[in-house]
């Protein structure tokens, strides 16, 4: 390990990044390549890195502090747009890398790291890119070799447990070390400046705000699509599935902030005492439900952009006898008074036509429609909030069609807000830097709290094991479609449809 050497000054910093000591376990993985270096090197181009925040890479393979900072530029190169490169950033950034060959289940090497520690005033946060199952190990280590204090802060990376009571078991582990407080719980979905947007668009405008109940919404879709299998993780995903990988975190994180009441205030516990709220309220499914309103896909062979791609158990090195599904689409409903009747239509897969996360607000009709009665399907209002491919959110609204043979003949159009559009100069941050950004701050309200962990595995769980007392494979849908028949029919019962203007 080489002698770290400060960042030189010269360059304005800003005043959000708190200084900190960043020890990053598995620094030679994938998210911490492909993620976590490039969003910290953009907080250093931002100048939201305090000038003492230092960097240090932990790895079982043995390398070099020269190797190392060799194979952080290199992903950098990769990862970062060639124009935002800057030669005299990145070489700031490398000042502040150092790295340490350890093997993390063996207490002994940890000396290494309260060394590195010496005479620093700064509190360490403990980044965990690597699997659940050694996060006790790791946390019992740093606090055994008198690496941590009070002002420590550990980071930790889904899947936090296989359910809920693996979830338990890591969360115990992790908590023996740490206090809640001093614990952050990633889900990248909520460092998205569009989920972030969410609680703005809802709480900051009275127009949203008086309208958001059963009264005025019909029903509530969201749609989180991906166009890539499994790319490579089969071990990982046969034993997890759609429903642990996706629906678990994700998709009930963008639930409970759709449906969670306005919080007191913007502090972490009072936006996190909503969502608890909303997990707690989740109908359970009934056996007739789970027949109706549950389907469960896995993808055969199919083309996507023209190419033919696999199907899951033509995967390299697939089980080709499992029944792991890749889709997933539900009807639920938040039993409470806010949402009573209104169903959330939910739908997740992999090798689908296109990479998109979009929540769809459906507002009710007006109670008497005076206009043509054929047009009458396209009388209620949609918001649109896209989390990805483009940021954005959209309202759908009714005008009257210009001409003057058209009569009172209705157009639907959006007002539209395209955050490329609106804001052409600013680059629209990764998730990871503001929840980085975040962590730096001791600020915890974008992270997730262990009984909101724990109620959303609860509820998952029940599904799972009802699944497993039916015994029925997942429905085939070919790649490059929307998922199985069977999803449309969910939602078409109702006389409805899936929003698929992507």
């Not at 390990?1 to 376990?25: C, N, V, W, Y």
């Not at 078991?169 to 989920?195: C, M, Q, W």
């Not at 439900?289 to 023209?306: A, E, F, K, P, S």
């Not at 033919?308 to 995967?315: C, I, S």
Request: proline residues 5%.
């Amino acid at each position: 390990m080489s002698q770290h050497k400060r960042p030189q000054e010269g360059r304005s910093f800003g005043d959000l990044g708190t200084a900190i000591d960043l020890a990053l376990f598995g620094a030679l993985g994938d998210l911490a390549q492909r993620k976590l270096f490039p969003a910290l090197f953009h907080l250093e181009r931002e100048g939201l890195l305090d000038p003492s925040t230092r960097l240090l890479g932990l790895a079982r393979q043995e390398l070099d502090v020269d190797a190392f900072k060799a194979r952080v530029e290199k992903s950098l190169k990769t990862y970062v747009k060639a124009e935002e490169l800057d030669r005299e950033v990145l070489g700031r950034f490398m000042a502040r890398l150092d790295f340490l060959q350890l093997d993390f289940t063996q207490p002994e090497g940890y000396a290494a790291i309260r060394e590195w520690r010496q005479g620093a005033e700064q509190p360490m946060v403990v980044y965990l890119s690597v699997g659940a199952k050694i996060y006790g190990d790791i946390c019992r280590n740093l606090d055994a070799s008198g690496s941590l204090d009070a002002s420590s802060r550990v980071v930790v990376e889904k899947p936090i447990g296989y359910d809920l009571e693996s979830s338990a078991e890591v969360n115990d582990a992790i908590g023996s070390v740490f206090p809640e407080s001093s614990i952050y719980r990633i889900d990248h979905y909520l460092g998205k400046e569009t989920v972030q947007n969410l609680i703005a668009l809802r709480f900051a405008n009275p127009l949203f705000g008086t309208q958001w109940n059963q009264n005025h919404i019909s029903h509530v879709e969201i749609t989180v699509a991906e166009k890539v299998g499994i790319e490579g993780r089969w071990g990982y995903f046969d034993e997890a599935g759609q429903l642990r990988d996706m629906v678990q975190n994700h998709l009930l994180q963008l639930v409970c902030l759709i449906a969670m009441d306005p919080p007191a205030n913007l502090d972490a516990d009072a936006i996190r005492d909503e969502k608890v709220k909303v997990l707690k309220a989740l109908k359970p499914f009934t056996d007739e439900m789970l027949g109706r309103d549950v389907v469960r896909g896995q993808y055969i062979g199919g083309t996507i952009d023209g190419q033919t791609v696999p199907g899951y158990l033509d995967e390299e090195g697939a089980n080709t006898s499992s029944h792991t599904e890749t889709f997933v689409a539900m009807k639920t409903e938040v039993a409470n008074w806010r949402w009573a009747g209104v169903p959330f239509y939910i739908r997740t897969g992999k090798r689908m036509p296109a990479k998109m996360s979009q929540i769809v607000i459906h507002f009710r009709q007006q109670p008497h429609y005076i206009f043509d009665p054929d047009q009458r399907d396209l009388a209620a209002n949609k918001l649109v909030i896209r989390l990805q491919p483009e940021e954005g959110i959209a309202l759908e609204v009714l005008t009257k069609d210009s001409g003057l043979d058209k009569g009172m003949r209705l157009r639907r159009g959006p007002l539209h807000l395209d955050f490329n559009s609106a804001f052409p100069k600013a680059r629209i941050p990764d998730a990871y830097e503001r929840l980085l950004l975040e962590v730096m701050k001791g600020q915890q309200y974008l992270f997730v709290r262990r009984d909101e962990v724990e109620h959303a595995w609860q509820w998952c769980d029940s599904l799972i094991e009802a699944w497993n007392d039916r015994a029925e494979a997942p429905r085939r849908y070919p790649a490059g479609s929307w998922g199985p028949v069977a999803s449309i029919a969910m939602i078409t019962q109702d006389g409805r449809s899936w929003y698929e203007d992507y």
